[in-house]
T-cell receptor
C-alpha cells in the first residue's frame, strides 16, 4: 500500500515568488495536516483539513493557505516567499481527527528560497 | 512555556546497548497523547510509540518502550539493543484532548542519536 506521497521533493524559488506543494494521503484517510520544519527544529503545525474543511490553523501568516480536494488530496500554497520560508514541508494523514490517532507522514518537500 | 522539552541535542550509544532519550511536557489538559517519532536523513517522520494520559501501563513496541511518569510530566523513550540503523533524529510530541491542541502535534526540538559500532 502506498504511503503519504508529496511532490515535488525538492524545489528552489526566489523571494517574492509563489509555491504550491501537493500531498496525497494514504488511501482511506480523510484528514491531512501540514507541518513546517526549519533546519534544526521540530515540525510546526500549519493546517489540518478534514473532509475538505479547515479544522485547525497554526500561527502562520495569511501568505500560507491550503485546500483539500474531494479525493482527500491537498495543496499547500505559500505566496510572497521570504528567505525564512526555507524549510522541509511535511504532510501527514490520518483516518479521522481523533486526538489519539496516529499521524502518518510523507517524506516532505524541501523548499529553498534564495 | 514550551510544551515539549527535549534537553539532549545529541546522544551517543554503543551498538547493542540501551539508551534513554528524555522528554518532558507541559499541559493542563487531563486528556492528552504522547508520541515519539524517528526522522532519518530522508526526512520522513516514522511513528514509534504512543502513550495516552489515562494508560495505566507504559507503552512498548518491540525494542521501544516509553517510560511514562505522569506526576513528573516526563515521557522518556528507551531503545533497547541499539542498532546502527537507529541513528537518526528522535522527536517527542504531544497532542492535547481539547482546544487548539487537539488537532495538532506539538513537537520538541529533537535529539540526534548516533549509534557507534
Amino acid at each position: 500500500d502506498a504511503g503519504v506521497t508529496q511532490s515535488p521533493t525538492h524545489l528552489i524559488k526566489t523571494r517574492g515568488q509563489q509555491v504550491t506543494l501537493r500531498c496525497s494521503p494514504i488511501s482511506g484517510h480523510k484528514s491531512v495536516s501540514w507541518y513546517q520544519q526549519v533546519l534544526g527544529q521540530g515540525p510546526q503545525f500549519i493546517f489540518q483539513y478534514y473532509e475538505k474543511e479547515e479544522r485547525g490553523r497554526g500561527n502562520f501568516p495569511d501568505r500560507f493557505s491550503a485546500r483539500q480536494f474531494p479525493n482527500y488530496s491537498s495543496e499547500l500554497n505559500v505566496n510572497a516567499l521570504l528567505l525564512g520560508d526555507s524549510a522541509l514541508y511535511l504532510c501527514a494523514s490520518s483516518f479521522g481527527t481523533g486526538w489519539a490517532g496516529e499521524l502518518f507522514f510523507g517524506e516532505g518537500s524541501r523548499l529553498t528560497v534564495l | 512555556a514550551q510544551k515539549i522539552t527535549q534537553t539532549q541535542p545529541g546522544m551517543f550509544v554503543q551498538e547493542k546497548e540501551a539508551v534513554t532519550l528524555d522528554c518532558t511536557y507541559d499541559t493542563s489538559d487531563p486528556s492528552y497523547g504522547l508520541f515519539w517519532y524517528k526522522q532519518p536523513s530522508s526526512g520522513e517522520m516514522i511513528f514509534l510509540i504512543y502513550q495516552g494520559s489515562y494508560d495505566q501501563q507504559n507503552a512498548t513496541e518491540g525494542r521501544y518502550s516509553l517510560n511514562f511518569q505522569k506526576a513528573r510530566k516526563s515521557a522518556n523513550l528507551v531503545i533497547s539493543a541499539s542498532q546502527l540503523g537507529d541513528s537518526a533524529m528522535y522527536f517527542c510530541a504531544m497532542r492535547e484532548g481539547s482546544g487548539a491542541g487537539s488537532y495538532q502535534l506539538t513537537f520538541g526540538k529533537g535529539t540526534k542519536l548516533s549509534v557507534i559500532p
